[in-house]
């Protein structure tokens, strides 16, 4: 407990303080927090999902997931600047899942961003409340997915060599992952016109393996 003097009255508040060192990270509840789920969400799903929950009473796993979703948006920064990442002396720990996690792509969010033919502008941004909407995936997911595409591709934009590769190099991620975001900066850099209106029958993963072909075929530096 602590108090509080004010005015000559005193007050009295109950603190709950959660302490993890190492730090550490539930990769299934790190993976609602990117999604959008909300924490009474997380904590329904958790007691669904997490034989070893049914232990808890909800009190406790609620306080348990807060705890985790904050430490999730104290990271975040660094999530964002993987260098940092990984010379940070708060994150003992192996962050390559994780880092694969936040930079995931949901296929029908980043088809419909690609979609649009249009540079990952503020404008751009403001649209992102209607794919949500369209594709069923919280605001929150779509924002993430259309702000890591904006700022891989302000990092590689312009540096000389593979963007495929440069991706790999500052961020980390996966062959496939890095892929998958050189075609999206190839489709942004050649305002290709690949909404799905027009091609209703041509879904993400056909878009990009297209896009990876062409890529290859031209040897441009993707």
């Not at 999604?35 to 034989?51: E, F, L, S």
Request: proline share 5%; hydrophobic share 35%.
């Amino acid at each position: 407990h602590y108090f509080i003097q004010s005015n000559l009255r005193m007050y009295k508040a109950d603190i709950i303080s959660c302490v993890s060192d190492p730090l550490l990270i539930e990769e299934d509840v790190f993976n609602m927090w990117i999604t959008g789920i909300t924490v009474d969400g997380a904590v329904d799903k958790r007691y669904q999902t997490d034989p070893t929950c049914s232990t808890f009473d909800r009190r406790t796993l609620q306080l348990d997931t807060e705890d985790q979703y904050q430490t999730f948006s104290l990271l975040e920064p660094l999530l964002k600047k993987p260098p940092a990442l990984a010379t940070s002396p708060v994150v003992n720990m192996h962050t390559d899942t994780i880092l694969q996690q936040y930079y995931s792509l949901d296929p029908v969010v980043a088809r419909e961003l690609v979609g649009r033919g249009q540079k990952m502008t503020a404008k751009l941004r403001k649209d992102v409340d209607s794919i949500s909407e369209k594709t069923g995936i919280p605001l929150k997911s779509c924002l993430r997915q259309y702000d890591n595409i904006r700022r891989i591709y302000k990092e590689v934009d312009e540096k000389e060599g593979k963007v495929a590769h440069n991706i790999q190099r500052y961020y980390g991620l996966s062959s496939s992952l890095c892929q998958q975001y050189a075609a999206i900066i190839y489709i942004i850099d050649n305002r290709l016109g690949v909404a799905s209106r027009k091609l209703p029958n041509l879904p993400y993963a056909g878009l990009i393996k297209c896009v990876v072909i062409i890529m290859s075929v031209s040897q441009l530096s993707y």
